[in-house]
């Protein structure tokens, strides 16, 4: 009869037990259905221990016996491969020593450079905690999500995180530019009532513009805004996201707690679900790392440390110049926003907030107000209520005011646009309004009366001409010179005092002054005389 052994261990204990007993070496190999050989090597095993001792660590993790293989004649030609090319792979090592006449296969040799070539080991992160208040970490990641409603869309999920309490606040935009970044940043501070004394950044261009000598040049636009909350921006090295991995983690929280298994209408409604997913979910989870609840901790501890908001939010308005069409609208994203129409082809200032869009005259007094429109859209407000009932004229005379103002040539230059075109003058008019876009009202003036001189009446000549004889310049650039004119008159003159004023500062007389810069009497008389 056979006795069932479920391990070795086992089977050398029956053996070495029923052998002291009085069982013979044929019969324990005929019992276990097994060799006299294996009965034999098991007890004489039993026997050796007894009598010599044994290492159990040693006897547990036996060096196995190398077999020779196919590679051994070419590990040399290997290792200088590896030596030239430490990134080379293991087929390309495979063709190299095949046509050296190796016959094995290509997994034994993978296996071999697994042993001649290691992976690296990664050094070891070590997280860093901060003390309540000092750090927070920002951070963006897309997302495509198929609404309900909507349909498919890429969406943005901001994340800004506190390092001591990993309170978290998240929102969804479709847009990731420099604006709607300052503009999270203020909900997030409001969210938490105070702002942090420094927040980590990566290296994306809204934040850092450059890196100069391993050191980070901030946008100056993020500067001015993060510096009014008294934040100071520290911006991670390239290539090591691990360094605010607070911040990166908690999206996957995002991922499989607050989007996984939930359907959405649209934008607008992942953006409210996301406000009672941050006070319901994220608050009062147990965090992995603290084992508190965010919000628990936030309200005993860090609260207080962090900095008070001020009194004046910062201004995170997108301002910009914007010629007004000859049918009374300023483009913006896309989208025509009306304007009243007596300002047709003035250059007009535009402020445009998150919701809404302001429009301002040339004295920067406001104009209307229209609300904002996603951008993409392609929508042309309604502009009655802007225009009022009347129809707007295409011909010249709603803009012969406008077209008088660019000079002093243009009354002339139009006259002779009359006597040539007396049909289509409107449109030639309206023609060289539009190049106040691209050039200035002085250019185009001094075009008219290089124009004029030549009895060249037409819209297309003064194209043509200021291509040739004008700098093309932008809006922007016009925003520049004013902002630089104003500083100019804000700044105090600097006048330069006489140098007698300077001589009585230093205690001698407006004279002594005077003779106390000339050439000494000995130094003359040698220039007086080369020859001595």
């Not at 008294?230 to 908690?250: D, F, L, N, S, Y």
């Not at 929508?379 to 209520?385: C, R, Y």
């Amino acid at each position: 009869m056979t006795t069932f052994i479920q391990s070795r261990e086992e089977l050398e204990r029956l053996l070495v037990t029923m052998n002291r007993e009085g069982w013979s070496i044929r019969g324990l190999a005929r019992h276990f259905s097994i060799s006299r050989n294996m009965v034999r090597r098991i007890l004489r095993k039993h026997q050796a221990n007894r009598d010599q001792g044994h290492d159990i660590l040693k006897d547990s993790h036996k060096v196995r016996a190398i077999r020779p293989s196919k590679l051994d004649s070419f590990v040399g030609q290997i290792n200088q491969l590896l030596e030239k090319y430490p990134k080379i792979t293991g087929q390309r090592v495979f063709e190299e020593i095949r046509d050296a006449g190796y016959t094995g296969g290509v997994s034994i040799l993978r296996e071999r450079l697994r042993i001649l070539r290691p992976t690296p080991k990664k050094t070891p992160i070590i997280r860093f905690e901060t003390e309540p208040g000092l750090q927070g970490q920002m951070d963006w990641s897309p997302y495509t999500i198929d609404f309900a409603g909507t349909g498919k869309s890429k969406v943005n999920c901001f994340s800004y995180i506190l390092g001591f309490s990993r309170r978290h606040y998240i929102d969804f935009t479709k847009r990731r530019d420099f604006f709607t970044l300052i503009r999270r940043h203020q909900d997030s501070f409001a969210h938490f009532n105070g702002v942090p004394k420094q927040c980590l950044y990566d290296s994306e261009k809204t934040v850092v513009l450059r890196w100069e000598a391993g050191k980070p040049v901030f946008n100056p636009s993020f500067s001015a805004f993060i510096t009014h909350y008294c934040c100071r921006p520290i911006a991670c090295q390239r290539g090591r996201p691990q360094t605010k991995g607070k911040v990166e983690a908690p999206f996957q929280y995002v991922e499989k707690n607050l989007l996984n298994g939930r359907e959405f209408q649209d934008l607008d409604d992942l953006k409210g679900f996301a406000k009672w997913w941050l006070q319901e979910r994220s608050d009062t989870h147990i965090h992995d790392t603290t084992g508190r609840p965010p919000f628990e901790l936030f309200l005993e501890q860090e609260q207080e440390a962090l900095q008070p908001l001020p009194y004046h939010p910062y201004d995170s308005s997108e301002v910009a110049l914007r010629v007004c069409s000859l049918e009374g609208y300023i483009e913006f994203e896309t989208n025509l926003y009306p304007v009243p129409y007596e300002h047709v082809a003035d250059i007009l200032t535009m402020k445009a907030m998150e919701h809404e869009v302001f429009i301002y005259s040339v004295d920067l007094a406001l104009l209307v107000r229209h609300e904002r429109i996603p951008a993409g859209s392609g929508i042309k407000l309604d502009a009655h209520q802007i225009h009022g009932a009347r129809k707007i004229r295409y011909g010249l005379e709603p803009v012969r005011d406008q077209f008088i103002a660019l000079g002093e040539n243009s009354e002339q230059f139009l006259k002779g646009l009359q006597d040539k075109h007396p049909k289509n003058c409107g449109f030639h008019a309206r023609h060289i309004l539009r190049q106040k876009e691209t050039y200035h009202c002085d250019d185009i003036n001094h075009a008219m009366g290089h124009a004029c001189h030549y009895h060249a009446y037409d819209c297309k000549a003064i194209e043509r001409i200021l291509k040739a004889k004008a700098a093309p310049r932008t809006l922007e650039s016009i925003r520049n010179e004013q902002a630089a004119e104003r500083l100019r008159k804000a700044l105090p003159q600097i006048k330069q005092r006489p140098l007698d004023e300077y001589s009585t500062l230093l205690g001698g007389s407006a004279h002594e002054g005077k003779t106390a810069i000339r050439q000494p009497e000995q130094d003359q008389g040698q220039l007086e005389n080369p020859e001595t």
